[in-house]
């Protein structure tokens, strides 16, 4: 009797499920490409990434078979592509240097749906790193509530803080910056009543005065010269003002800016009249990865900017850098005269293998990411030769972009999604420097992602391990409000 | 028995005996009738403070996200109930029930610990009285009467009591900045800003707007229903993005979530408005409106015709910031669309708030150009002042005064003239204290003053 009763249970299971239409039978064919979010089709990933998991609005359930190019399968059906790590992982290692081809059913308006394949391709060059940091913020105008600093390892969907400001009364947290993508080494900006610069080196946690009388300003955009000694900031005069009348929202811009040099030792700020110039705005500074080459935007000041902020258009130019003593060395060099083509350069990065510099290009100033027409672009540093990443790139705004240690793979932040909230992505580099069609950074639910983030991703940038900190020590001493000594700045120049 | 103290005609004794034996479930539910007509009136903007702060979406997502934490229950619990202060009468119902259901609670504990004498019963109303006192009625509701205020405004403006704005009486008077914003806009709905602006107390030229940061987290509510109305679409997107990170606890807004997807419906933002419809649409009150626009989303047509109004006053000029000048904002809004009566009232109150002759008349040759015949009563005291102190607007206007308003102007400046005193008490009480000149007096006082 027993048994009976087992049989008409898994007799009633079965015909429950069947009358789900859980499996495609007898699908239609369709001769279009699936409409998938995220938007995986012909992207470039690195083996070992997390799973591409991907949905389709309106579609019921899905069903989906990856097949890779020399071998193995994956077969899932549910809500969403949801793929299993492990399984994940090794067709992405076995199929590397090829493809994988990703044919997707899906039960919409009643009926199975077979969708035109499509590919992903799974890169020779690795990604070579554990993840990535940024910072989540809702991209609001004058207040920001709560908001912090992540850390996420790329081959899985782990997330988790490493600081988050309502431990440090809600203060502003941004310009999280480790050395050559080494956790082991990183700055950070601390804005608000108790706002301090966090320095940390092999280990050691410095909080530092957010401001500086001398500077007139506080330390941001920072960028680690390579051997740890020195990190070059922009102390900046930001404002914003709100697009009341037109489509665009926000403008953010400099009323002034200075580029200086901070000696970690000494805590010592070298400056320097060659690129902190009162009729010129110097910024976003970044050392080559020789160490012997400090980039730079600089822009002619302008008063009343809300009125001309338009007409500020930033160009990027380079100067030696002496890392024995500290110093700026022999004249400006521009690299990318972005005002010849009426247009403004910003945001200059060096790949690590010294070979490219990676930049955003806009019609103006220096804050695109409120721009829709901002681009990322590369600069052959061999040739001279600049071009679009036109892979990468979309009809909105990219920016906050960085490179992995190998200068195979880059992450930056897009608006390409919603046109209001920045999303990470990533984008294998050729040998040649162009870009192969960027990624969304791979999420657990696509669906859930898709509906519940009201989070914009910013500054990213890629580290080689997790940052292990010891939070309650720097909330308590960001708290505190005890920082560092006055830093003594020397002048050098006119 | 459903009513159990009702008796047969007549047997008065079984009446009687019904009562004595139901007495304390009668006092429970007058006790919770209490509790209705207080949450149901006086406390009526609050209910309407709480619900604007909570939003409870009946979907497993905020199921998972809000039980992942012991508090997090507690506020599911919590955004559960204040879902239903959105409908005044069955918010109160609800906290009425509650408040009874807790009494009922505590008095079956009082008798299981042998507390159970008549005379004790009266106890079983405190805990829930304390309760609700102190966790329904904020600290500073209960402190600050300018808290008060704002929440009081903040409910007239969202539910559009215009009239009952308006017809405050004179010792209500709004003290807070919200109150005036919301006096002024009350008084441009009706028709009568640049009428009757000068029968409130105008603190000067931010008596309009502020688009700046608030003291109030209120205000951002408020403002963005005066921005939209207007026609200032991104202000208004703005005022209700701000509001929604100052939410403490991270809660959301319904009324917010439900601004932000109209702003960007109206300004063509289909993708980010869909965010929001999503997250509305599995709320209780707010989710028929979310799930129509869903339906229709990639609809133009719908949107248009739903948005018809909002899209002819919006503004849209290309990628210039404009000045930080208001009136140079309401002057682009009425170029926008010359039918947009609000920004038209706006403007002319601005300038005469600025106290400038060349702007007031300038603006109103612009509104008689516009077709417009009217010439606003405070506008009428300004020119007609103007004229007697032989000052020449320019341009000059043609308009032929009301006799009262040109017989009250005339009778000011004869008192002033004879008194020689703008503090004289004849010229600081009504009728002359509701002028512009009584306003313009006293602003000149205050910029002389020490």
Request: hydrophobic residues 35%; proline residues 4%; aromatic residues 14%.
């Amino acid at each position: 009797m027993r048994i009976r009763i087992t049989y008409l249970i898994s007799y009633l299971f079965c015909l429950f499920f069947s009358g789900c239409n859980n499996v495609p039978e007898s699908p239609e064919m369709s001769s279009n490409l699936p409409c998938i979010f995220p938007d995986y089709l012909g992207v470039t990933i690195p083996d070992g990434i997390a799973p591409l998991n991907f949905c389709i609005d309106g579609a019921d359930r899905l069903d989906v078979i990856v097949t890779g190019g020399k071998e193995g399968e994956l077969h899932v059906n549910g809500d969403y592509a949801c793929f299993d790590i492990d399984d994940w992982h090794a067709i992405t290692n076995r199929n590397r240097g090829d493809s994988l081809l990703v044919t997707v059913r899906a039960f919409q308006d009643k009926k199975w749906i077979q969708y035109k394949p499509f590919t992903i391709y799974v890169s020779e060059d690795s990604l070579g790193e554990w993840g990535v940091t940024y910072r989540l913020i809702p991209p609001g105008y004058e207040s920001y509530g709560l908001m912090g600093i992540y850390q996420r390892d790329l081959s899985n969907f782990e997330e988790t803080p490493i600081l988050e400001n309502s431990n440090i009364d809600g203060q502003c947290v941004n310009c999280h910056t480790p050395n050559c993508t080494n956790p082991e080494q990183f700055t950070m900006h601390v804005r608000g009543n108790n706002g301090a610069t966090v320095v940390r080196k092999d280990g050691q946690l410095e909080v530092l005065a957010a401001r500086n009388e001398e500077l007139g300003g506080s330390m941001v955009y920072p960028f680690w010269h390579p051997t740890g000694k020195y990190i070059a900031y922009s102390t900046n005069q930001t404002r914003q003002n709100f697009h009341q009348l037109s489509d665009l929202r926000v403008e953010v811009y400099d009323e002034t800016s200075d580029v200086i040099v901070y000696h970690v030792e000494s805590r010592e700020i070298i400056l320097d009249s060659i690129v902190s110039q009162k009729d010129r705005l110097e910024n976003y500074p970044v050392f080559s990865p020789d160490g012997k080459t400090l980039y730079y935007c600089e822009a002619q000041r302008v008063d009343s900017v809300w009125k001309t902020y338009q007409q500020i258009k930033y160009n990027i130019c380079r100067i030696g850098f002496n890392p024995n003593t500290g110093t700026l060395e022999g004249t400006v060099d521009t690299v990318v005269n972005a005002r010849s083509m009426g247009k403004s350069a910003v945001m200059p990065r060096v790949s690590y293998d010294g070979r490219y510099l990676l930049y955003t290009l806009c019609d103006y100033g220096c804050f695109p990411i409120w721009h829709p027409e901002a681009d990322l672009w590369m600069m052959n540093l061999e040739s001279g030769e600049s071009f679009p990443l036109d892979k990468a790139n979309s009809t909105d705004a990219e920016s906050f972009h960085n490179w992995s240690l190998n200068s195979r793979w880059i992450v930056f932040t897009s608006r390409r999604d919603d046109g209001l909230y920045t999303h990470l992505y990533l984008a294998h580099i050729r040998e040649d420097g162009r870009a192969d069609k960027a990624f969304c950074l791979p999420q657990y639910n696509p669906q859930e992602y898709d509906a519940e983030t009201i989070w914009s991703f910013n500054t990213p940038d890629f580290s080689i391990a997790p940052i292990c900190l010891e939070k309650k020590n720097l909330y308590n001493q960001i708290l505190s409000g005890k920082t560092a000594p006055p830093i003594r700045a020397t002048k050098h120049g006119s | 028995m459903f009513f159990p103290f009702v008796a047969h005609k007549g047997d008065k004794s079984v009446q009687m005996k019904n009562i004595v034996k139901w007495w304390k479930t009668i006092i429970s539910v007058l006790v919770g009738a209490v509790y209705f007509i207080i949450c149901f009136f006086p406390l009526r903007a609050l209910m309407n403070y709480h619900e604007e702060h909570h939003m409870f979406r009946w979907d497993s997502y905020y199921l998972k996200e809000q039980l992942a934490s012991w508090e997090g229950a507690g506020e599911y619990l919590l955004s559960f109930i204040t879902q239903f202060f959105y409908i005044g009468w069955l918010g109160a119902v609800i906290v009425a029930l509650l408040m009874m259901g807790m009494q009922g609670f505590t008095w079956w504990l009082m008798c299981r610990v042998r507390l159970s004498r008549a005379w004790l019963f009266p106890l079983s109303f405190v805990p829930c009285a304390l309760l609700f006192y102190y966790s329904f009625v904020p600290e500073r509701y209960r402190q600050e009467a300018e808290f008060r205020e704002v929440i009081e405004y903040d409910y007239l403006v969202r539910t559009q009591q215009w009239n009952a704005i308006v017809n405050k009486p004179e010792t209500e008077q709004p003290a807070t900045e919200l109150g005036v914003w919301g006096t002024n806009f009350a008084l441009a709905k009706c028709g009568q800003l640049s009428d009757f602006m000068f029968f409130f107390s105008q603190p000067g030229m931010n008596g309009l707007f502020d688009d700046g940061q608030q003291k109030e987290v209120l205000a951002y509510y408020s403002l963005s229903d005066i921005f939209l109305q207007l026609g200032l679409v991104n202000n208004a997107e703005r005022m209700a993005f701000d509001a929604k990170q100052y939410i403490p606890q991270n809660h959301k807004s319904g009324r917010l979530y439900r601004r932000l997807a109209e702003t960007n419906l109206i300004n063509g933002n289909y993708t980010v408005s869909k965010k929001y419809l999503r997250i509305l649409k599995s709320t209780l009150f707010y989710g028929q409106w979310a799930r129509r626009f869903l339906e229709h989303i990639d609809d133009e047509e719908y949107i248009s015709k739903a948005f018809a109004w909002q899209r002819s006053i919006r503004q849209s000029s290309g990628r210039e910031l404009i000045s930080p000048d208001k009136g140079e904002l309401l002057l682009s809004l009425v170029r926008q669309n010359k039918e947009n009566h609000l920004a038209w009232d706006y403007l002319l109150a601005y300038a005469l708030l600025q106290r400038n002759l060349d702007k007031v008349a300038r603006y109103m040759q612009m509104y008689q150009e516009a077709g417009y015949e009217r010439v606003p009563r405070a506008v009428q005291e300004c020119l007609i002042g103007n004229r007697l102190l032989g000052k020449e607007e320019c341009p000059h206007i043609d308009f032929k005064a009301d006799e009262n308003v040109e017989m009250l102007t005339e009778a000011y400046f004869q008192i002033l003239e004879s008194k020689h005193d703008i503090n004289d008490i004849q010229l600081n009480e009504p009728p002359f204290s509701h002028t512009y000149w009584h306003y313009q007096m006293q602003a000149i006082q205050k910029l002389q003053s020490p």
